[in-house]
Nanobody, 125 residues
Framework: QVQLVETGGGLVQTGGSLRLSCAAS????????MGWFRQAPGKERDFVAA????????DYADSVKDRFTISRDNGKNTVYLQMNSLKPEDTALYYC??????????????????RGQGTQVTVSS
């Protein structure tokens, strides 16, 4: 089992940037596909981004492509989400997720095994 703790959320103006971090417990971090989801009030959960175990493959939702960048540091058991050019529609609770089996595409389809509690991102207009 892996425990995930997100940090880095906050309030930012339109066009601003934030960097989210997700620290994972355990010794098997490098065996998980890692990713980010978000959920706005009254809306369904949306996939944001995923990164493969060796950080060679990434997947992004169309809505964040070219604005967000996912990365990971297996030595630090941490996954990051750099968010640039933020828009009000990016406002949501962002949480990281871990997937034991399958490629990044499996997470892009909505699957994960573990998730964190989330960190709030609010973008003001």
């Amino acid at each position: 089992q892996v425990q995930l703790v997100e940090t880095g959320g906050g309030l930012v103006q339109t066009g601003g940037s934030l960097r989210l971090s997700c620290a994972a417990s355990g010794r098997t971090f490098s065996t998980y596909v890692m990713g980010w989801f978000r959920q706005a009030p009254g809306k369904e959960r949306d996939f944001v981004a995923a990164i493969s175990r060796g950080a060679t493959i990434t997947d992004y939702a169309d809505s964040v492509k070219d604005r967000f960048t996912i990365s990971r540091d297996n030595g630090k058991n941490t996954v990051y989400l750099q968010m640039n050019s933020l828009k009000p529609e990016d406002t949501a609770l962002y949480y990281c997720a871990a997937l034991q089996k399958g490629p990044t595409g499996t997470m892009a389809a909505g699957a994960f095994d573990y998730r964190g509690q989330g960190t709030q991102v609010t973008v003001s207009s």
